[in-house]
T-cell receptor
Framework: SQTIHQWPATLVQPVGSPLSLECTVE??????LYWYRQAAGRGLQLLFY??????ISSEVPQNLSASRPQDRQFILSSKKLLLSDSGFYLC???????????FGDGTRLSIL | LAKTTQPISMDSYEGQEVNITCSHN???????ITWYQQFPSQGPRFIIQ???TKVTNEVASLFIPADRKSSTLSLPRVSLSDTAVYYC????????????FGKGTRLHILP
């Protein structure tokens, strides 16, 4: 069966520090991968999605970036975090575009 | 992308059947309707997906009228653990497109 791993579960970072969140999927090949952010009490905001290695689409201009160095690995990064980057970050995968998505447990990021 | 509209919140009682309706007037011919459930501090969980008429699984039923401009998620005999946010999404499964999660419906089950 397929599983998705996302870490860390919680993270506290100072403003201006770098960020790296990692997501890996097991049990499937060539998945579509997604990064979302959810502010407290709000809906999910799609940040990036990828249909293959090295193929990243950005949905929202910001100081975040994403990379897909391997088929089942998706990384969310920032060189300098802002206070507004606080939130709940979720990684998800699907077999094909717009197929049901399967989410990881999320990373709660707090910026101080 | 077809826009969806759903109630912001709903209350119900344990043991009741709950129906959450989603409006999607601009749904396209190839669009499917998908529902997710999200508990606090967790990622959304896929509940059910359908294209027309009725779909049922072990968790819920999805009713879609002939014009497909709305859909209703039906949760039979809810319990306190069904308190969550429920999202209705519409998208084309065959296109390299992306689904937009709205704010969902916050369902609160009372004892």
């Amino acid at each position: 069966s397929q599983t998705i791993h996302q870490w860390p579960a919680t993270l506290v970072q100072p403003v201006g520090s770098p960020l790296s969140l990692e997501c890996t999927v097991e049990g499937t090949s060539n998945p579509n991968l997604y990064w979302y952010r959810q502010a407290a009490g709000r809906g999910l905001q799609l940040l990036f999605y990828s249909v293959g290695i090295g193929q990243i689409s950005s949905e929202v201009p910001q100081n975040l970036s994403a990379s897909r160095p391997q088929d089942r690995q998706f990384i969310l990064s920032s060189k300098k975090l802002l206070l507004s980057d606080s939130g709940f970050y979720l990684c998800a995968w699907s077999e094909r575009p717009n197929q049901p998505q399967h989410f990881g447990d999320g990373t709660r990021l707090s910026i101080l | 992308l077809a826009k969806t509209t759903q109630p912001i919140s709903m209350d119900s009682y344990e043991g009741q059947e709950v129906n959450i309706t989603c409006s999607h007037n601009n749904i396209a011919t190839n669009d499917y309707i998908t529902w997710y459930q999200q508990f606090p501090s967790q990622g959304p969980r896929f509940i059910i997906q359908g294209y027309k008429t009725k779909v049922t699984n072990e968790v819920a039923s999805l009713f879609i009228p002939a014009d497909r401009k709305s859909s209703t998620l039906s949760l039979p005999r809810v319990s306190l653990s069904d308190t969550a946010v429920y999202y209705c999404l519409v998208g084309d499964r065959g296109r390299d497109d992306k689904i937009i999660f709205g704010k969902g419906t916050r369902l609160h089950i009372l004892p």
